[in-house]
């Protein structure tokens, strides 16, 4: 049984900063790349941030220098820390984990496991 779970969603005002949590069950993901992906009412998925096996971050220009990704290997959990954040940002996030070469991270189709989402409000 492999599993995602999601956690840290809420309610935060515009330029409050929230941590979400991706708790990985099943097997060890040190060897996988994880990704976040979120997407609003209407709109397409969207990469957010991605920590590949090799450790190397890669961030969306929209995010960039507000967001930091960043993994616990030892307990098998990702984060994503987000500062500054702004009304653009509502969404629901995920995580993802997958095989995914450096070159590939931020597509989404390139990712095997999925977590449920954790809604993010930004209010302004």
């Known amino acids: 049984q492999v599993q995602l779970v999601e956690s840290g969603g809420g309610l935060v005002q515009a330029g409050g900063s929230l941590r979400l949590s991706c708790a990985a069950s099943?097997?060890?993901?040190?060897?996988?790349?994880m990704g976040w992906f979120r997407q609003a009412p209407g709109k397409e998925r969207e990469f957010v941030a991605t920590?590949?096996?090799?450790?190397?971050?890669i961030y969306a220009d929209s995010v960039k220098g507000r967001f930091t990704i960043s993994r616990d290997n030892a307990k098998n959990t990702f984060y994503l820390q987000m500062n500054s954040l702004k009304s653009e940002d509502t969404a629901v996030y995920y995580c993802?984990?997958?095989?995914?070469?450096?070159?590939?991270?931020?597509?989404?189709?390139?990712?095997?496991?999925w977590g449920q989402g954790t809604q993010v409000t930004v209010s302004s």
């Open positions: 099943g097997r060890t993901f040190s060897s996988y790349t």
């Open positions: 920590i590949t096996y090799s450790g190397s971050s």
């Open positions: 993802a984990a997958g095989r995914v070469a450096t070159t590939w991270a931020r597509w989404d189709r390139y990712y095997e496991y």
